[in-house]
Structures are given as C-alpha cells and as structure tokens.
C-alpha cells in the first residue's frame, strides 16, 4: 500500500461512529522516512479543525520540548492511535483503538522508524503493555520488534499538572540522545 493509498482510505473511512461527528480525519505528519515517530492517543479539537495532528495548547507546549531538546518537528512524524476526534475529547474507546489501530500499522510498515515514543498512557497501552504504568514507566526503552519504543507523558496531561514538565523534559532529553546515537551507529 502506498502513502496516498492509505490516507486516501483513512480520509473515507466508516469503520466507527466517530467518522459521523469528524470534521477532518488526521492522518499524520511530518518527515515520512523519520527515524523517530511520535504517536499519542487520538485527536482533539484543534486537530479536528485543521486535520494536523499537535497543534492545540498541547501541541505548542509539545513543540516547545521539541525545540528545548533541539528536535526539529519537521524531522520527525507525528500520528494518533486514531484518526478522528472522539465527542468532547474523551479517552478513545478499545473498540475505536481497533477499528483504527491498522491505519497506524500501516503508517509505522511505511516509514519504518528506529524509534516510537507513545505521547500518554493510552497509546503506552495499546503499543507497549497493557498494564503500562505511565507514572512509573515514562521513559523506559522497551524493545519492539525492529524498533525501540518508550512512553512519555502527555502534553494535555502537562497542562493539568505542570509538576511533572520537568520529568517530561528529562525523558525528552532521552529520547534525543537516543535519536543521536542513530546516527553515530
């Protein structure tokens, strides 16, 4: 399957409910060869509206990490586990996760990224472990298959509870040098 075949079937998908209440799918963005691919949980409003995944408040403090640990958003992709806005922002239903989770497969086959970091405890879930402790296992590298894969929190959660910004700026700080021994390797 190729990129436009994928996103041409995720933007005419009717697999779920939320396909009635969506005003743009959002598929995805950024570098499509990215060794480093970010993937949270599900679209909010702000994405909803624009079909760019991370472009709300959460986003912009999401790009500030980015930028404090020296990660161009450019150079990386960024996804959700699903494509469309659940009603009023709320956690995206295990039934929802299946309905959507092969259109992120697919994505992950076609870019092929050394690294993926869940955004939160519901993609750290479903991609990680089921039991997956988000408080006590942020920023731990698991292997996965052909790729690492760690969990950090969530920047909607950060906004909530800014005591933990400093813990998400340590694992950010990880997640660089992680990236950078890439390409010493």
């Given at each position: 399957?190729?990129?436009?075949?994928?996103?041409?079937?995720?933007?005419?998908?009717?697999?779920?409910?939320l396909?009635?209440?969506?005003?743009?799918?959002?598929?995805?963005?950024?570098?499509?060869?990215?060794?480093?691919?970010?993937?949270?949980?599900?679209?909010?409003?702000?994405?909803d509206?624009?079909g760019?995944?991370?472009?709300g408040?959460?986003?912009?403090?999401?790009?500030?990490?980015?930028?404090?640990?020296?990660?161009?958003?450019?150079?990386?992709?960024?996804?959700?586990?699903?494509?469309?806005?659940?009603?009023?922002?709320?956690?995206?239903?295990?039934?929802?996760?299946?309905?959507?989770?092969?259109?992120?497969?697919?994505?992950?086959?076609?870019?092929?990224?050394?690294?993926?970091?869940?955004?939160?405890?519901?993609?750290?879930?479903?991609?990680?472990?089921?039991?997956?402790?988000?408080?006590?296992?942020?920023?731990?590298?698991?292997?996965?298959?052909?790729?690492?894969?760690?969990?950090?929190?969530?920047?909607?959660?950060?906004?909530?509870?800014?005591?933990?910004k400093?813990?998400?700026l340590?694992?950010?700080?990880?997640?660089?040098?992680?990236?950078?021994?890439?390409?010493?390797?």
């Amino acid at each position: 399957m190729t990129w436009q075949e994928l996103e041409n079937e995720c933007i005419t998908c009717r697999k779920c409910e939320l396909c009635k209440t969506r005003t743009n799918t959002v598929f995805g963005a950024g570098n499509k060869n990215a060794d480093l691919m970010f993937v949270g949980e599900a679209p909010g409003e702000n994405e909803d509206l624009t079909g760019i995944p991370f472009v709300g408040r959460a986003g912009k403090l999401f790009d500030k990490y980015l930028e404090a640990v020296g990660i161009r958003r450019d150079s990386v992709y960024i996804a959700n586990m699903l494509k469309c806005r659940p009603p009023k922002n709320r956690d995206p239903l295990p039934s929802e996760q299946d309905m959507c989770i092969e259109y992120l497969r697919n994505q992950v086959r076609l870019i092929s990224p050394k690294l993926i970091v869940c955004l939160g405890r519901i993609s750290a879930i479903r991609l990680i472990d089921p039991h997956f402790m988000i408080t006590r296992q942020h920023g731990i590298w698991y292997k996965k298959g052909s790729f690492e894969m760690c969990a950090v929190y969530h920047p909607s959660l950060l906004l909530r509870d800014p005591r933990k910004k400093e813990d998400m700026l340590t694992d950010m700080k990880v997640v660089k040098a992680k990236l950078d021994a890439l390409s010493v390797n």
